[in-house]
C-alpha cells in the first residue's frame, strides 16, 4: 500500500520558516519523482516545487525561487521542503506528490500551512 505522509505545517508569521516533510512508504522511493504542490481557498491546485529521482534537478514556480529549497533523502524514503521567508500568499494546504515514468501520481493528504501578517 502506497502512502505519502505529510508534515511539518503550522501557523508561521511573516517572514518566518517552516520545513515541511514527506515520508513515502509501499513505493521504490529513490524511483520516483517527487514534488510539492499547494493549494488555498478559493484557487486551483498550484505546483510549487519538484526534484528528479536522484535529487539531481529541481524546479520552482516563480514565486518562490530563492526562499524555498526541496530536498530529498531516498536513504529515508523522505522528501522536504524547506520554506524561509514566508509570505502571507504562501497560506495553502501543501501536498506531496511522487510519480514514476508516466503514470498516475500518488498524493498526500496534506499540511496545513498559515502564515499571518
Known amino acids: 500500500q502506497v502512502q505519502l505522509v505529510e508534515s511539518g505545517g503550522g501557523l508561521v508569521q511573516a517572514g518566518g520558516s517552516l520545513r515541511l516533510s514527506c515520508a513515502g512508504s509501499?513505493?521504490?522511493?529513490?524511483?520516483?519523482?517527487m514534488g510539492w504542490y499547494r493549494q488555498a481557498p478559493g484557487k486551483e491546485r498550484e505546483f510549487v516545487a519538484a526534484?528528479?529521482?536522484?535529487?539531481?534537478?529541481?524546479n520552482y514556480v516563480d514565486s518562490v525561487k530563492g526562499r524555498f529549497t526541496i530536498s530529498r533523502d531516498n536513504a529515508k524514503n523522505t522528501v522536504y521542503l524547506q520554506m524561509n521567508s514566508l509570505k502571507p500568499e504562501d497560506t495553502a494546504i501543501y501536498y506531496c506528490?511522487?510519480?514514476?515514468?508516466?503514470?498516475?501520481?500518488?498524493w498526500g493528504q496534506g499540511t496545513q500551512v498559515t502564515v499571518s501578517s
Open positions: 506528490n511522487a510519480q514514476f515514468l508516466g503514470s498516475e501520481p500518488y
Open positions: 509501499g513505493m521504490p522511493f529513490s524511483r520516483y519523482k
Open positions: 526534484i528528479s529521482w536522484n535529487g539531481v534537478g529541481t
